[in-house]
């Protein structure tokens, strides 16, 4: 059984950055599309990155040129740098994995990611960005 575990989340002013991390157990790490989803309060979730098991990565566009996902096997955990910070990203950030979608690993593709179908969330670690 695969844990995904989040962290590195917190407050920041505009301008600022974060690095989340999310620290895998259970599961050959670099098996799996692995990814960073979020949701603010009150809008739908939005696919924000996602690394593919030949390590090429997607962006949304609403991030592109200012986050950075990347991942450690060694260390089996995935990380999201977040530079240049804007209120709009504020949200509850969240991993995913699923071993199905290599191949077809994308940011948007992140978002079909579920529990329920054999995919993997950890519980989420909040970002909040200050104007």
């Known amino acids: 059984q695969v844990q995904l575990v989040e962290s590195g989340g917190g407050s920041v002013q505009s301008g600022g950055s974060l690095r989340l991390s999310c620290e895998a157990s259970?599961?050959?790490?670099?098996?799996?599309?692995m990814g960073w989803f979020r949701q603010a309060p009150g809008k739908e979730r939005e696919g924000v990155a996602a690394?593919?098991?030949?390590?090429?990565?997607t962006y949304a566009d609403s991030v592109k040129g200012r986050f950075s996902i990347a991942q450690d096997n060694a260390k089996n955990t995935l990380y999201l740098q977040m530079n240049s910070l804007k209120p709009e990203d504020t949200a509850m950030y969240y991993c995913?994995?699923?071993?199905?979608?290599?191949?077809?690993?994308?940011?948007?593709?992140?978002?079909?990611?579920?529990?329920?179908?054999?995919?993997?969330w950890g519980q989420g670690t909040q970002v909040t960005v200050s104007s």
């Open positions: 259970g599961g050959t790490y670099s098996a799996y599309c």
């Open positions: 995913a994995a699923d071993p199905a979608l290599i191949g077809h690993c994308s940011a948007s593709q992140i978002l079909i990611i579920h529990p329920a179908y054999g995919g993997y």
């Open positions: 690394i593919d098991s030949d390590g090429s990565t």
